[in-house]
């Protein structure tokens, strides 16, 4: 029991040393305290807002962590529940709160939690220094905090590494990354966002291993298609297909028969020999049927009086 309740507090303080390390690249981003025309939130009001960060590179959920703008919190004598009572959690439910790696979430002060996930009852006065603390899940651990002198209307207090800075109104920028400008050069940017040129080397050699790759992969499958041609060639040449070589000589009798017929056709001035000899052996088998009427060889004339009796009496009296 002994072996085994040590090995549970090992592996409990490895967790949540992990899992504290992982709540150190959460930090506040930016803050704006008197709003009168920066960002709305969804019902159109101008609030007070605060920015968090993710400085990581991988994804880390914000839930259950605390902001407060009361810096008796930060008396170590104080129970957990008392500092519970002066802060305001990031509550569950919101899918924003699963940050990734360099992004950002607003929430709004002196909200109502009633109209969202991101509205915090968080205390902001205007025009006035603030000190703004992060604490982790267990309201005790200090995770980042920040002292923002008074600001007017529309300035914003902003992180840039580990420096923070006034903005003015149009360099404000909630939900991005800070101190963006405009008017900067690709390379410019690219130097600011990749200092040490990984970013680049990443992308340059994946580029490259990509095209060997799919170069690999054509000329693979150009040889295999090579290698198949040559081979049914060398079949085709030792041993023909025998449906092949069948037809091939079909066709070729089919030719021959067509070109005698063409030449007979000419000589016979278009009279087919066998077509001729067919229609005299029909006629000929007709006639052997009795198809036809069949005459009996005697003339039969009918007598008939007619004015030409008296002229061929007195015509045959001459000869008596």
């Known amino acids: 029991m002994n072996k085994f309740g040590l090995l549970c507090c090992v592996l409990l303080s490895s967790s949540s040393t992990m899992f504290g390390q992982g709540a150190k690249n959460i930090v506040i981003s930016e803050v704006l305290t008197n709003n009168t025309a920066s960002i709305q939130d969804e019902f159109g009001e101008l609030k007070a807002w605060i920015e968090i960060e993710n400085t990581s590179f991988t994804t880390y959920n914000i839930r259950g962590m605390y902001?407060?703008?009361?810096?008796?919190?930060?008396d170590q004598n104080m129970s957990v529940s008392e500092r519970i009572k002066l802060m305001s959690i990031i509550p569950n439910g919101e899918a924003?709160?699963?940050?990734?790696?360099?992004?950002?979430?607003?929430?709004?002060?002196?909200?109502n939690p009633a109209q969202g996930k991101r509205h915090l009852p968080l205390r902001m006065p205007q025009s006035e220094p603030l000190w703004i603390g992060l604490y982790n899940g267990n309201a005790v651990e200090l995770i980042d905090s920040v002292t923002i002198p008074a600001l007017n209307a529309n300035y914003s207090f902003a992180r840039q590494g580990k420096k923070w800075s006034v903005k003015a109104p149009q360099n404000v920028t909630p939900g991005t990354e800070n101190f963006i400008k405009t008017d900067e050069t690709k390379d410019v940017r690219l130097k600011r966002e990749?200092?040490?040129?990984?970013?680049?080397?990443?992308?340059?050699?994946?580029?490259?291993?990509?095209?060997?790759?799919?170069?690999?992969?054509?000329?693979?499958?150009?040889?295999?298609?090579?290698?198949?041609?040559?081979?049914?060639?060398?079949?085709?040449?030792?041993?023909?297909?025998?449906?092949?070589?069948?037809?091939?000589?079909?066709?070729?009798?089919?030719?021959?028969?067509?070109?005698?017929?063409?030449?007979e056709g000419l000589k016979t001035r278009g009279i087919d020999k066998e077509v001729y000899m067919a229609v005299i052996g029909m006629a000929l088998k007709q006639y052997e049927d009795d198809v036809h009427d069949v005459e009996s060889g005697v003339i039969t004339i009918k007598q008939k009086s007619s004015s030409?009796?008296?002229e061929f009496l007195q015509m045959t009296q001459f000869h008596q």
């Open 67 to 74: 902001l407060t703008t009361d810096r008796s919190v930060l």
């Open 96 to 111: 924003q709160t699963n940050l990734g790696g360099r992004q950002h979430i607003v929430f709004y002060a002196n909200s």
């Open 194 to 263: 990749d200092p040490y040129g990984i970013g680049i080397t990443l992308l340059a050699m994946g580029i490259v291993f990509t095209c060997l790759t799919v170069l690999f992969l054509f000329f693979t499958l150009f040889g295999m298609i090579m290698r198949h041609m040559e081979t049914a060639k060398k079949v085709a040449n030792k041993q023909p297909i025998k449906p092949i070589t069948k037809t091939v000589e079909k066709t070729a009798e089919i030719g021959h028969k067509t070109g005698v017929i063409l030449q």
């Open 308 to 310: 030409w009796n008296d």
